[in-house]
C-alpha cells in the first residue's frame, strides 16, 4: 500500500480542498513558506489525544493507534503555508487553555467525556454564524484538526484495512455485492476500481 498515492487521491477527489493539498500533490513546500521549528512531544502528545477524541477506539483502533500527531504534524510543518501553520499552532495553544480554564487540567490530562465536550462546545462556537468565513479569513484550528484527522486515519494502514474493507486483489464485475445497514465502506488500492474487485466480503 502507497499512502502518498491513498493521500494524492483522496486529495483530488476533494477537489483539492484539503489544506496543503496543492503542495503535497506538487511533492515541495509552498512557495516562500519558513521552515518552522518541529513540534515538541508535547504537542504530538496533544495531537495524537484530539484525534483519538474525534475517532475514538471502538471495535477497530482509533486515530491514535495511526500515529495522527505524527501525521499532524508532517502536514502541517510541510504542506501548510506560514500564515496557516501560523493559526494551527496558535489554535493548539487556544485549546488546551481552554480546557485548562474549563476542567483545570491539560487536555491530555482530562477523561475522554471531558474531551468529547470540549470539542464539541468549540466546534459549536465555530459554526455559530453558520460557518460562514470571509473570503480572506483562515480556516479555523478545529476545522483544521478535524480535516487532518481524517485525512490521515482513513490513508492510514490501519484506517485502511481495519476501519474500512481493504480490497487487495482485483477481479471481476460484481453487480449485485450483498449489502447490509451499517456495513463498512471499501478501501480500494489507487490505480484499481471497485467495479473490478472480486472480493467484496465483509471482514
Known amino acids: ?21 496543492e503542495s503535497f500533490l506538487r511533492g515541495s513546500p509552498p512557495s516562500g513558506k519558513q521552515p518552522g521549528p518541529a513540534f515538541s512531544g508535547e504537542e504530538l502528545a496533544l495531537m495524537d489525544e484530539i484525534g483519538e477524541t474525534i475517532i475514538p477506539t471502538t471495535d477497530t483502533p482509533g486515530a491514535k493507534a495511526a500515529a495522527i ?3 499532524m504534524g508532517m502536514m502541517v510543518t510541510d504542506c501548510y503555508d506560514d500564515r496557516h501553520e501560523a493559526v494551527f499552532r496558535a489554535g493548539l495553544r487556544d485549546l488546551d487553555e481552554a480546557c485548562r480554564k474549563r476542567h483545570g487540567k491539560s487536555f491530555v490530562e482530562c477523561a ?13 462556537e465555530r459554526t455559530g454564524n ?3 468565513m470571509a473570503k480572506d479569513d483562515a480556516p479555523h484550528y478545529l ?3 478535524k480535516e487532518l484527522t481524517l485525512l490521515g486515519y482513513f490513508t492510514s494502514e490501519i484506517g485502511c484495512t481495519q476501519a474500512l474493507r481493504y480490497v487487495e486483489t482485483p477481479g471481476g464485475f460484481q453487480g449485485n455485492v450483498p449489502y447490509k445497514k451499517g456495513d463498512r465502506a471499501w478501501f ?7 467495479a473490478d474487485s472480486n472480493s467484496l466480503k465483509s471482514p
Open 1 to 21: 500500500m502507497n499512502r502518498r498515492q491513498a493521500l494524492s487521491r483522496l486529495a483530488l477527489l476533494l477537489g483539492g480542498a484539503v489544506i496543503g493539498a
Open 69 to 71: 500527531g505524527a501525521f
Open 112 to 124: 475522554p467525556d471531558q474531551r468529547s465536550e470540549l470539542l464539541t462546545e468549540l466546534d459549536r
Open 130 to 132: 453558520g460557518g460562514q
Open 143 to 145: 476545522k483544521m484538526l
Open 188 to 194: 480500494v488500492p489507487p490505480g484499481h476500481s471497485l
